[in-house]
């Protein structure tokens, strides 16, 4: 039988790390609340759901979920501010995602953009594991040219990027597993179904101290030499472990900020992704 809720994310893209480490941006402007209640158990609450309360925990029930699920449905709905008084363009689209087997998340979606006065756009995007962005045309499949810096395909590729970056319900977990913590976990709902709210928090200054990647390492010290220390998206999950809702805020230079609402649904039925040799 379908599942009606969940999240799928597999192993963090790669070619998505930096962008991620350098565009994700929610500055918690309250004190982050601290994880005394336990760093690495769940609990039993009589009156709610399970919840966990450190990072690790809440990051391997999801991907152990996802990845027995591997398929679900998306929703998505936000907006891209522009900034400097500009009017918001409304964003919104319906699509697929897959965890691969051989690691890695595929996403294909149809977006549609709605700017101020304008008619909406809508375009079918094709995003692969290994980063690649595809838009479907006329003739096609075609594969847009990422390298392609300050060109129109560049922004149409960041946008895409961003849109499925923010989408994978579990992102900052898994790229900042050491740097985050669990700020606040409480009983919800998610359209009627029973649900635990959680507010995941990264610690940039921690994050950057952890990194490997010189390039990554650079442009988290950059974020918090700018003031922005932290950062953080709320996942909704099911009794089961499933995503039901992610909420993230990114900000994309030179375009915009990006507020994305993603809604998960039937885990576990087939949905129709095209392959990288389809979009070839």
Request: with cysteine; glycine share 10%.
């Amino acid at each position: 039988m379908p599942h009606r809720s969940a999240s799928a994310a597999g192993p963090s893209r790669r070619p998505l790390a930096l962008v991620l480490a350098a565009i994700a941006v929610l500055v918690i402007g309250a004190g982050v609340v601290s994880c005394a209640r336990g760093n690495s158990e769940d609990s039993a609450d009589p009156h709610g759901l399970p919840k966990y309360y450190a990072a690790a925990d809440l990051l391997t029930v999801v991907t152990q979920r996802q990845r027995a699920d591997r398929t679900a449905h998306l929703r998505l709905s936000g907006r891209i501010d522009a900034g400097e008084g500009a009017a918001p363009t409304a964003l919104g689209g319906d699509g697929a995602l897959r965890v691969e087997q051989g690691g890695g998340l595929s996403v294909q979606f149809t977006q549609t953009l709605s700017p101020p006065g304008r008619a909406p756009q809508s375009t079918a995007f094709l995003v692969l594991p290994t980063g690649q962005v595809w838009r479907q045309g006329g003739s096609g499949w075609t594969r847009i040219d990422e390298a392609a810096t300050g060109t129109p395909e560049k922004t149409v590729a960041t946008t895409a990027a961003n849109v499925v970056a923010s989408a994978d319900p579990t992102a900052n977990l898994a790229r900042y597993r050491d740097a985050a913590l669990v700020a606040d976990a409480a009983d919800d709902t998610v359209e009627g179904v029973p649900a635990v709210r959680y507010l995941v928090v990264v610690d940039l200054v921690r994050a950057a101290e952890l990194e490997q990647d010189p390039a990554v390492r650079d442009a988290l010290r950059a974020q918090a030499g700018a003031g922005v220390t932290r950062i953080s998206s709320t996942l909704w999950v099911d009794a089961a472990n499933r995503p039901l809702r992610s909420e993230t805020r990114q900000t994309m230079p030179g375009i915009g900020t990006l507020v994305l609402t993603s809604d998960y649904r039937d885990w576990g039925t087939p949905v129709a992704i095209a392959s990288p040799g389809a979009a070839a």
